[in-house]
């Protein structure tokens, strides 16, 4: 597996990875806000994408790079990657990339009633990187409950 700055030749590949949570997010594919998103992060040198050999990208991230508070804007792993330390390897990435502290790193994932907050596994996969739940956040636009999670760095 090879972390590398994302390209725009990448962009169908970050649509691939949206449909596999939609069920989760809300629309995402068709969304020409989240298409702006994509773009301007790749655009930026702020988008992270995880390769192997074959079509399909294993994960990828979108980060906000504003110290002293860093965003984890986006986050997704294919289904065949999930568990297999592809999140571990670009969130490592984008920490050494683009966190200076002092400061903190925030991420707003599932509330903890979200349907998918077990089944994705995403709050224990911040909580294992060293995040602590923090305040709730608004709903995402499916209408689930969503959380910050937070991490400082110094």
Do not use: C, N
């Not at 949206?18 to 988008?47: C, K, L, N, T, Y």
């Amino acid at each position: 597996m090879i972390i590398r700055l994302a390209e725009d030749a990448d962009f169908a590949g970050f649509l691939g990875l949206a449909a596999q949570v939609e069920h989760w997010f809300g629309p995402m594919v068709e969304d020409v806000g989240f298409h702006d998103a994509v773009r301007e992060h790749i655009r930026r040198s702020r988008a992270l994408v995880a390769v192997s050999p074959g079509p399909e990208l294993l994960g990828g991230l979108l980060f906000g790079a504003e110290a002293p508070v860093h965003h984890v804007h986006w986050l997704v792993i294919s289904r065949q990657a999930r568990g297999k330390g592809v999140g571990r390897a670009l969130m490592s990435d984008a920490t050494r990339r683009w966190v200076r502290g002092p400061g903190t790193v925030e991420v707003v994932t599932f509330g903890a009633d979200h349907p998918g907050a077990v089944v994705s596994g995403a709050r224990v996969f911040y909580e294992r990187l060293g995040f602590a739940a923090a305040e709730a956040a608004d709903p995402g636009p499916e209408g689930g409950s969503r959380q910050i999670f937070r991490r400082a760095v110094s």
